[in-house]
């Protein structure tokens, strides 16, 4: 099999470095021959999160935006009209039918996705070479095994995290867009709400609180968590180290990054109701419980507790998933298979 990858964004290379480590890995072990082509320079898609691909003469497109929202549209629909296939992370059947023509026909849905690379990724070079601070690439750079962990025990009291962050709307970059400035501070608010109730109902089991930022500043500095548990090292074994996790929408809608993290490192899920389509049968019940108000997310966090078989039927639900559906390989293989055999 013969794959070009035609890297073109530069503000969304940290989305689309799981796919393109993907494929790295899949040609480092003879499954695929790789040509990748740099055609950021100029290049009108520099600010999508979107990977096109020649896939044995066909062009595939690998959308990893957050929802349907996109900086350049038409630049987006011209690249979506010429493909033959898109897979698409944020995939809604119903919001698909809002581009025309036969492009919600080309549609697939992807799946989960979150920040990871792999050795000889362009991308990680990249980062590397630009970083003055080479000890501050290295600490924040994450492969596939950097996650993964295997829960085996729960203990007499569990453990729960939620670790976030906050969107600023006085930010430069959404001035134009008073409809996303709204949904950024409904954001904020939902998370502030919860981890507040969730720091009150388990003050001994609970890690949470958001990362330091302006907005933080202003709207919940006692929320404000030190460097030492929001860093990435610190974030991945204190994860690593904790039985339950909770995940909240992220924006646009979006499945966050943070339960893709969750899935890879085989934990319970506690999270909003996803709003997008996951192949490969990611089921509420079996890989995750959902709540819609803080009140939900303790009572479900409570029935977990009560129960640690049920906590630890989840985490190995979730670890067998990664391992077929979400490892950065196995997630370019289920697509390549979906190529060849024409099934979603």
Request: net charge positive; proline share 6%; hydrophobic share 40%.
């Amino acid at each position: 099999m013969e794959v070009t990858v035609k890297l073109a964004t530069r503000e969304g290379a940290a989305h689309i470095s799981g796919i393109l480590a993907g494929f790295i890995l899949l040609a480092k072990r003879g499954e695929l021959t790789l040509l990748v082509q740099d055609e950021r320079q100029g290049s009108p898609l520099a600010r999508e999160a979107l990977l096109e691909t020649e896939i044995d003469g066909r062009t595939v497109v690998f959308d990893l935006m957050d929802g349907y929202f996109y900086n350049d549209p038409a630049a987006v629909l011209a690249l979506f009209r010429r493909a033959d296939v898109v897979f698409k992370r944020s995939f809604s059947a119903e919001k698909n039918r809002q581009f025309p023509g036969d492009i919600s026909a080309k549609l697939r849905p992807l799946g989960l996705n979150y920040y990871v690379t792999c050795p000889g990724s362009p991308l990680e070079a990249e980062r590397n070479a630009k970083s003055r601070l080479k000890q501050w690439a290295l600490s924040t750079r994450c492969y596939p095994q950097d996650f993964e962990a295997r829960l085996t025990r729960v203990r007499k009291k569990p453990r729960i995290l939620f670790l976030t962050r906050l969107w600023d709307p006085e930010e430069p970059a959404v001035q134009q867009y008073p409809e996303l400035q709204a949904e950024w501070r409904q954001v904020n608010a939902d998370r502030i709400e919860l981890l507040r109730r969730l720091q009150s109902a388990f003050p001994a089991q609970f890690t949470g609180g958001v990362s330091d930022n302006a907005c933080a500043r202003r709207l919940c500095p006692e929320l404000i968590l030190p460097d030492k548990l929001t860093g990435k090292r610190a974030y991945l074994h204190r994860m690593q180290h904790t039985e339950v996790c909770v995940a909240s929408t992220g924006l646009h809608g979006s499945t966050g990054w943070k339960l893709a993290e969750y899935v890879a490192a085989g934990r319970a899920i506690v999270t909003e109701p996803l709003r997008y389509t996951l192949p490969g049968g990611f089921e509420e019940g079996k890989n995750y419980k959902t709540y819609t108000s803080p009140a939900e997310c303790e009572e479900q966090l409570r029935q977990l507790l009560a129960d640690p078989a049920a906590i630890l039927a989840m985490a190995q639900h979730n670890a067998a998933y990664y391992q077929t559906w979400l490892r950065p390989e196995q997630q370019v293989r289920q697509a390549l298979r979906q190529l060849e055999t024409g099934e979603m």
